[in-house]
């Protein structure tokens, strides 16, 4: 008989064990050792069968062994320590508040809108690296003391849960997950503790109705909506069953609850709160690009605002990354399907955000085919700033998005880079976490700060350490292993094997992410028998741990994963290499702490940034990755090894083979020599070198901390500054902004530079020598303070195309004939062929950058 709900009754805690509620919702624990180790004492056993969830171990434990631990001297004060610690860490000054103490400017809030959210495995509220990536900033966020709003949505089944048939096929199913049995509260109206319910009109009279339920990750809250409540009928209910689940009018639906309805359920917290509204709105991906719409409504209906005014006063907070280096990862909607949700309020309004108008929707989200409805180019179009997630991926960003800023090289569209970082608290193993606090102190280890000290580490102690993080990684394994045969279909007779799998003294390579095609999972088997030598070679072995999860729909991982599985299973090899199932959190961590080298053989350059090689980097672990991604900057020759690649080779399987063969001969020749090559006490002395560059070149360069630094000086407080600009003195500076932007989009098809004329040069010129030049430029009834007139200069090509540019603004000296008058006098940068031109582009001090409008004019050819 199976039950029809479930529901999760928690324990009542005596007095004297009040603080353990709190300690079990603030997800605070996910990252701090000693708090975890609290709950581990309540039961042991039973803390490693509940996957180390406090709120789960609340609920099991017997009320005779709570009266027993409230008796116990030592484990209150190891209670009463933690909650202090607790508390303290909530209320003291943290880097934002000391910066606003020092006078810098900062944005009085933030709200972070993600799809996922990557905290603890005990909410699996995440896929992968997008999810991953938001938890670590919400914590960054939160050890720095930013006043952050994480925002998203609560998945009732979460992502899948892997597991393998008999033949290797991947195999999805998914767990119901109860939010009373989470690390959750419930948002509710003070006044009479019922849910508050954020509502969104849906076509044919139906709203769309979700609770909030409050993840406390440290000082940051995470609003997570559900629509799984009884207000709703079935299929309103089901809006939030799944993460990446459904057809597109199932995410449609979800899209729309997570931007407008994240918008509402922020609007409700800080109210209830007494908080200030946010000033900055980040986006992370184009997910919950609906928000920006829904801002616009706020402040038509409110402020009485015109759409381009309050476009305007939306832009200027907003910030909008990308993740994505491949068109085919973008949000994509039928453009009728907008429709469909967002009309029906007669004369073209929008049903939905009444006010709006539904073309102004759609031209939101347009791209060449008007078919479609974009949500990155919408995300593009409603923030004032965007970023990639690398240096390189901002480069592939601007390329791949160069078509909304027409007229612009690639270099110079608008979008700029943040490299990701990774949570050092979270993801670096214990002892690396006790031996930094006692290098640099437990606060500057809070901030991840100092984590290069460890370079002062004895290279003995640091070998032992590594040692022991690889044999805690092999017994994982093989646990792990046996689980997952008996999962298949083994009998527990035939599995003696699974005891010694994976040698604790043998060269370890993890390989663990999703499985899209272009992360090239089995570019390891290109050559079977190579890879076999290599396992199976008596003096220098290798052993390889592979994990991950394809889209329940991509039959094509799915093929991937099984090819990998069945070489796995050979039992030539088994106990050198093991695929295994069920990627995540918990996984994870054994493979960062353990693994000796982190492989990542990607197709250049479709990873954005790749963030797992940050994680074993700061356990001590070497990459070996095609420079892609954070690789691609950070790799420095000596804190790894970088794959080459065969760029420029169009045919995909003779790259596939060039590359995999640059891999294996880096094993061979250079990697295991290095790993088994062993001084007179048995320690790798050029190996545990490498390791130590690692820890000081990479430490402070992959941490979160330095990545939420790095958005919130040079992202979220120059978008605070602009918003409080745009909506001071009611509105003026948004008002004023509107206004410059339809004064010159109306002109702009008259602006043009009739003509241009140089001197000064000698007729056999030098680097360095001056170049005059004169532009007579008609403004179609602009000023002159309206743009900026740029001479360009750059090495040319044969098709007189310029590279290497640099851009020097001209000077206004008058008018002629009708025209404006710029001159310029600037020496020529380049040697070689030197090409140059003259260029108008709006300039305002509201804009964030003259590139910004994407409108451009130059000479006619």
């Known amino acids: 008989?199976?039950?029809?709900?479930?529901?999760?009754?928690?324990?009542?805690?005596?007095?004297?064990?009040?603080?353990?509620?709190?300690?079990?919702?603030?997800?605070?624990?996910?990252?701090?050792?000693?708090?975890?180790?609290?709950?581990?004492?309540?039961?042991?056993?039973?803390?490693?069968?509940?996957?180390?969830?406090?709120?789960?171990?609340?609920?099991?434990?017997?009320a005779g062994r709570l009266d027993s631990l409230a008796r116990d001297e030592g484990f209150l004060a190891r209670l009463d320590a933690a909650a202090a610690d607790l508390d303290d860490y909530l209320a003291r000054p943290h880097w934002y508040q000391k910066q606003a103490q020092a006078g810098t400017s900062l944005p009085g809030g933030i709200a972070y809108f993600s799809m996922e959210f990557g905290v603890t495995e005990v909410l699996p509220n995440y896929s992968g690296g997008l999810g991953i990536l938001a938890g670590d900033h919400l914590k960054a966020a939160s050890d720095l003391g930013l006043p952050l709003i994480g925002v998203g949505l609560?998945?009732?089944?979460?992502?899948?849960?892997?597991?393998?048939?008999?033949?290797?096929?991947?195999?999805?199913?998914?767990?119901?997950?109860?939010?009373?049995?989470?690390?959750?509260?419930?948002?509710?109206?003070?006044?009479?503790?019922?849910?508050?319910?954020?509502?969104?009109?849906?076509?044919?009279?139906?709203?769309?109705?979700?609770?909030?339920?409050?993840?406390?990750?440290?000082?940051?809250?995470?609003?997570?909506?559900?629509?799984?409540?009884?207000?709703?009928?079935?299929?309103?209910?089901?809006?939030?069953?799944?993460?990446?689940?459904?057809?597109?009018?199932?995410?449609?639906?979800?899209?729309?609850?997570?931007?407008?309805?994240?918008?509402?359920?922020?609007?409700?917290?800080?109210?209830?709160?007494?908080?200030?509204?946010p000033d900055v709105f980040h986006m992370n991906e184009g997910h919950a690009g609906f928000l920006g719409v829904e801002r616009i409504r706020e402040f038509i209906s409110g402020a009485g605002l015109d759409f381009d005014t309050a476009l305007a006063a939306v832009r200027s907070g907003t910030v909008f990354t990308t993740h994505t280096p491949v068109p085919a990862g973008i949000d994509r909607f039928p453009a009728d399907l907008v429709?469909?949700?967002?009309?029906?309020?007669?004369?073209?309004?929008?049903?939905?955000?009444?006010?709006?108008?539904?073309?102004?929707?759609?031209?939101?989200g347009r791209e060449a085919d008007?078919?479609?409805f974009n949500m990155a180019h919408m995300g593009l179009r409603l923030a004032q700033r965007a970023n990639g997630v690398s240096k390189l991926h901002g480069e592939v960003s601007r390329d791949m998005f160069a078509a909304l800023w027409p007229g612009f090289d690639a270099a110079e569209v608008p979008i700029g880079s943040i490299t990701n970082g990774v949570h050092a608290p979270t993801w670096a193993a214990k002892e690396w976490l006790q031996k930094a606090r006692e290098l640099v102190g437990p606060e500057l280890v809070e901030e991840a700060k100092g984590w290069e000290r460890l370079y002062d580490i004895d290279a003995a102690e640091l070998w032992e350490m590594r040692n022991l993080l690889r044999r805690k990684l092999t017994d994982e394994v093989s646990r792990r292993v046996h689980a997952s045969w008996l999962e298949r279909g083994a009998s527990e007779a035939e599995l003696g094997w699974t005891a010694n799998i994976f040698d604790p003294n043998v060269l370890t390579i993890g390989f663990a992410r999703r499985v899209p095609t272009y992360k090239r999972l089995t570019l390891m088997l290109r050559e079977p028998e190579r890879l076999r030598a290599l396992l199976l070679d008596p003096e220098r072995p290798l052993q390889l741990v592979v994990a991950g999860k394809s889209h329940p729909a991509d039959d094509g991982g799915k093929a991937l994963i099984q090819q990998v599985v069945r070489f796995a299973d050979d039992a030539g090899v088994r106990h050198r290499i093991a695929f295994l199932p069920d990627y995540d959190m918990s996984m994870a961590r054994f493979l960062y702490w353990g693994c000796d080298v982190w492989l990542n053989n990607p197709l250049r350059p479709l990873e954005a940034c790749g963030t797992s090689g940050m994680k074993s980097a700061l356990n001590g672990g070497l990459n070996l990755s095609i420079r892609d991604g954070w690789w691609d900057e950070m790799y420095d020759g000596e804190n790894g090894w970088a794959i080459p690649t065969a760029d420029g080779v169009l045919d995909e399987t003779r790259r596939d083979d060039l590359e995999a063969s640059a891999l294996y001969d880096l094993l061979e020749k250079s990697v295991l020599p290095r790993f088994y090559d062993r001084d007179s006490a048995g320690i790798p002395t050029r190996w545990v070198e490498m390791v130590r560059h690692t820890l000081q070149s990479l430490g402070p360069q992959v941490l979160a901390s330095r990545m939420v630094r790095d958005y919130a000086v040079e992202y979220y407080t120059p978008a605070a500054a602009a918003s409080r600009k745009a909506v001071?003195?009611?509105?003026?500076?948004?008002?004023?902004?509107?206004?410059?932007?339809?004064?010159?989009?109306?002109?702009?098809?008259?602006?043009?530079?009739?003509?241009?004329?140089s001197a000064g040069l000698p007729d056999t010129p030098v680097i360095g020598a001056n170049l005059s030049l004169r532009a007579n430029v008609q403004l179609g009834g602009l000023a002159p303070t309206d743009v900026v007139v740029q001479a360009v200069l750059g090495r040319v090509s044969s098709a007189d195309d310029l590279s290497e540019v640099t851009a020097v603004p001209m000077n206004?000296?008058?008018?002629?004939?009708?025209?404006?008058?710029?001159?310029?006098?600037?020496?020529?940068?380049?040697?070689?062929?030197?090409?140059?031109?003259?260029?108008?582009?709006?300039?305002?001090?509201?804009?964030?950058?003259?590139?910004?409008?994407?409108l451009v004019a130059a000479p006619s050819l």
């Open 1 to 62: 008989m199976k039950a029809l709900r479930r529901f999760t009754v928690r324990a009542h805690l005596p007095a004297r064990l009040a603080a353990l509620g709190p300690l079990s919702t603030n997800l605070r624990w996910s990252w701090h050792p000693p708090t975890q180790d609290l709950f581990a004492e309540i039961d042991p056993k039973r803390w490693v069968e509940v996957g180390h969830d406090p709120v789960r171990i609340l609920g099991d434990v017997g």
């Open 154 to 277: 609560l998945y009732r089944s979460g992502y899948f849960r892997q597991s393998l048939t008999a033949d290797g096929w991947q195999s999805e199913h998914y767990p119901a997950l109860d939010p009373q049995g989470l690390p959750l509260r419930l948002f509710t109206d003070g006044a009479d503790s019922t849910p508050v319910l954020i509502h969104v009109a849906m076509p044919g009279n139906r709203v769309l109705r979700a609770r909030v339920w409050i993840a406390q990750v440290g000082r940051i809250p995470l609003l997570l909506l559900d629509s799984d409540i009884a207000e709703n009928d079935p299929e309103m209910r089901g809006v939030t069953d799944r993460l990446y689940g459904g057809d597109q009018d199932h995410r449609i639906k979800q899209e729309i609850l997570a931007g407008i309805g994240g918008v509402r359920a922020v609007r409700a917290y800080t109210h209830s709160q007494g908080l200030p509204d």
């Open 339 to 364: 429709r469909h949700y967002f009309g029906g309020g007669g004369e073209g309004d929008s049903g939905l955000l009444p006010g709006i108008s539904l073309d102004r929707i759609i031209a939101l």
């Open 370 to 372: 008007p078919s479609v």
């Open 728 to 757: 001071a003195d009611n509105f003026a500076g948004a008002r004023e902004l509107a206004a410059y932007r339809s004064r010159v989009e109306s002109a702009w098809p008259q602006v043009r530079v009739d003509q241009v004329d």
């Open 812 to 854: 206004h000296v008058g008018s002629d004939g009708g025209g404006e008058v710029f001159e310029v006098e600037t020496p020529v940068p380049l040697s070689g062929a030197v090409g140059y031109t003259v260029r108008v582009l709006p300039h305002s001090a509201l804009l964030a950058g003259d590139a910004e409008l994407g």
